[in-house]
Nanobody, 119 residues
Framework: QVQLVESGGGLVQAGGSLRLSCAAS????????MGWYRQAPGKQREVVAT???????AYADSVKGRFTISRDIGKNTVYLQMNSLKPEDTAAYYC?????????????WGQGTQVTVSS
């Protein structure tokens, strides 16, 4: 089991910045992938950014160049730095941890944090 606690959401004007944090209850090195997903009202949840156990990162095309995913291994925490925010970035943001074990893939989710970007 992995518990994830997110923080850092809020209301910001277009062009502003926010940093989301996701603290994991387990060592990051026990988790194959960690990532941020978001879900806007009436839309499906979509991946925003991921970071693998080796530190390899990947981003959705819509956030490339604006968002940065990073981690602090000592704090078992993953961050999402969001710059140049747009109204279309408004969504509930969820932290995800994915582990691959003998029984297959296990997904863990945080409770979500709301990001609202005003125009």
């Amino acid at each position: 089991q992995v518990q994830l606690v997110e923080s850092g959401g809020g209301l910001v004007q277009a062009g502003g910045s926010l940093r989301l944090s996701c603290a994991a209850s387990a060592s990051i090195f026990s988790i194959n992938h960690m990532g941020w997903y978001r879900q806007a009202p009436g839309k499906q949840r979509e991946v925003v950014a991921t970071i693998s156990i080796s530190g390899t990162t990947a981003y959705a095309d819509s956030v490339k160049g604006r968002f940065t995913i990073s981690r602090d291994i000592g704090k078992n925490t993953v961050y999402l730095q969001m710059n140049s925010l747009k109204p279309e970035d408004t969504a509930a943001y969820y932290c995800n941890a994915a582990k691959y074990g003998p029984h297959g893939k296990e997904d863990y989710w945080g409770q979500g944090t709301q990001v609202t970007v005003s125009s």
